[in-house]
């Protein structure tokens, strides 16, 4: 069964960076795609970016301005999201989930889903 766990979050001032980390274990990758989402209080989840695991191909979404850098390493079975020149408006629960499509980033179509990891921007 696939387990994932993220890390990283933290107090980051405006224009700061932080590398979220997405450690998967019991089931190998192969055939996912790993998405992160985040979820601010009173919003819905949203989708950030995703990559496939077989072929690395990546996904952002447009709000991010190119901000966000999605990446894999096969050795450690984790994922990253680097951010960069974080704003206000990013600070929220980041989640990594997985799911066998291909490019979706609906949240009803990932079947396994981290705890969670809080990212806070304030001064």
């Known amino acids: 069964q696939l387990q994932l766990v993220e890390s990283g979050g933290g107090l980051v001032q405006p224009g700061g960076s932080l590398r979220l980390s997405c450690a998967a274990s019991g089931s190998t990758l192969d055939y996912y795609t790993i998405g992160w989402f985040r979820q601010a209080p009173g919003k819905e989840r949203e989708g950030v970016s995703r990559?496939?695991?077989?072929?690395?191909?990546?996904y952002y979404a447009d709000s991010l301005e190119g901000r966000f850098t999605i990446s894999r390493d096969i050795a450690k079975n984790t994922v990253y999201l680097q951010t960069s020149n974080l704003k206000p408006e990013d600070a929220a629960v980041y989640y990594c989930a997985a799911t066998r499509f291909s490019a979706t980033m609906s949240p009803n179509l990932y079947g396994s889903w981290g705890q969670g990891t809080q990212v806070t921007v304030s001064s």
């Open positions: 990559i496939s695991w077989r072929n690395g191909i990546t």
